[in-house]
Nanobody
Framework: QVQLVESGGGLVQAGESLRLSCAASGSFFSIDVMGWYRQCPGKQRELVASITSGGITNYSDSVKGRFTISRDNAKNTVYLRMNRLKVEDTAVYYC???????????????WGQGTQVTVSS
């Protein structure tokens, strides 16, 4: 059906930057909202940023001004540019896509497998 594959995670020092990518593949009609979420051990998964197919963005207060979400609709890919990273940004980052498998069907939520981002002090 739909596969979301993230890449770009890694280990960086505080103040440095990373860019995450998430490519959607498979058989589907359209993807509406794509987003990045993150989860720390013992905590709930939280929204980091989202973007609609029309380019409307939304950010959590904790990353506003430091992170930028973008997407390439032709490639079904969403990006997250993370600048001025902080130790508290350390988490597993998950990609999410609200996907319609066929015209007329409701949107369903699909998730990637996650990519680890570790920020050291």
């Amino acid at each position: 059906q739909v596969q979301l594959v993230e890449s770009g995670g890694g280990l960086v020092q505080a103040g440095e930057s990373l860019r995450l990518s998430c490519a959607a593949s498979g058989s589907f009609f359209s993807i509406d909202v794509m987003g990045w979420y993150r989860q720390c051990p013992g905590k709930q998964r939280e929204l980091v940023a989202s973007i609609t197919s029309g380019g409307i963005t939304n950010y959590s207060d904790s990353v506003k001004g430091r992170f930028t979400i973008s997407r390439d609709n032709a490639k079904n890919t969403v990006y997250l540019r993370m600048n001025r990273l902080k130790v508290e940004d350390t988490a597993v980052y998950y990609c999410n896509g609200e996907t319609r498998l066929s015209y007329g069907l409701p949107y369903e939520s699909y998730w990637g497998q996650g990519t680890q981002v570790t920020v050291s002090s």
